[in-house]
């Protein structure tokens, strides 16, 4: 059974850091590009930073230069690492793992920047 677990949202004021975790199981993580996805109310979802499998990663526009995604193929584990985060950074943060034949998503995790 495949399971895709984010954690580590929460509440942060602007300017501040969050760390989010997803572990992933039932997979061949290693081969997997992963993703971080993220969704504002009245919004679409869109992809925030990907990593595959070789360690290429690339990033939206909007967070470059202010988050990294990492992952730990030891764990099962992808990071992203959120910096000077701003209110319009708020949303479900979702985690996404891809191989050529499948996809899965986490249920999501609330980040809210907000003084």
């Known amino acids: 059974q495949v399971q895709v677990v984010e954690s580590g949202g929460g509440l942060v004021q602007p300017g501040g850091s969050l760390r989010l975790s997803c572990a992933a199981s039932?997979?061949?993580?290693?081969?997997?590009?992963m993703g971080w996805f993220r969704q504002a109310p009245g919004k679409q979802r869109e992809v925030v930073a990907r990593m595959t499998s070789s360690g290429s990663t690339n990033y939206a526009d909007s967070v470059k230069g202010r988050f990294n995604i990492s992952r730990d193929n030891a764990k099962n584990t992808v990071y992203l690492q959120m910096n000077s985060l701003k209110p319009e950074d708020t949303a479900v943060y979702y985690c996404?793992?891809?191989?050529?034949?499948?996809?899965?998503w986490g249920q999501g995790t609330q980040v809210t920047v907000s003084s």
């Open positions: 039932g997979i061949g993580f290693s081969s997997y590009t």
């Open positions: 996404h793992a891809a191989s050529v034949l499948s996809s899965y």
